[in-house]
């Protein structure tokens, strides 16, 4: 056992139950909100505010024109997905005038899931980016639209642009079931990296 109290590297001592901050992001309308709102074990904060006319022309609704609503700060949530393991949900804005909150939203993060509409694959180009720039392990979660088209998993990889070790998977974001699976496909992507990748940033 080490000094911060672990048997070996990611996995908590015997009685120990381990904290982890995962971000949940995306781009705008991708369903990052519904995700945390599902699978959450508490209430979750959220901080949507009704799209007005002063969006017009700021924020992209093409392929999302229904939405009424959007983030302006953060979604937060909790899940437990054992006795040892606790993981709070931290969900992005995703529209670019809000994007200067993610540098401090990600300080801490463990890793991240981005959220990717196929139909609008460019929406959540600039999330995968921010992974990469901040060096956040991360997982793909193609969220399932009733209009979405079944693409080949290695055809969105290639339109991504995102390496063969990154899991990419389908889930539907209002079903806790569902959304759990993507989370414990993260923890999963976590522990087969290098022990030095499973500590906090």
Do not use: C
Request: aromatic share 6%; net charge neutral; glycine share 8%.
């Amino acid at each position: 056992m080490d000094s911060k109290g672990f048997d070996r590297p990611g996995r908590p001592a015997a009685g120990r139950t381990r904290s982890v901050k995962v971000m949940i992001a995306g781009g705008f309308g991708t369903g990052k909100t519904t995700m945390v709102r599902s699978v959450s074990d508490i209430r979750p904060l959220t901080t949507e505010e009704t799209l007005t006319q002063a969006s017009a022309g700021v924020d992209d609704l093409i392929g999302v024109a229904d939405k009424t609503q959007t983030t302006v700060s953060l979604d937060f949530g909790k899940i437990s997905l054992n006795d040892t393991l606790t993981l709070y949900l931290f969900g992005t804005p995703g529209q670019e005038r809000f994007w200067f909150l993610w540098n401090g939203l990600f300080k801490g993060a463990l890793g991240a899931v981005v959220l990717v509409d196929t139909r609008r694959l460019a929406s959540s180009f600039r999330a995968i980016e921010e992974m990469e720039r901040q060096q956040v392990p991360f997982v793909i979660a193609l969220n399932v639209f009733p209009d979405s088209r079944d693409h080949p998993v290695e055809e969105i990889r290639d339109a991504l642009d995102i390496p063969p070790h990154t899991p990419v998977v389908a889930f539907d974001a209002r079903d806790r079931s569902s959304s759990r699976d993507v989370l414990v496909a993260l923890i999963r992507h976590l522990k087969e990296r290098p022990a030095v990748a499973l500590e906090p940033r």
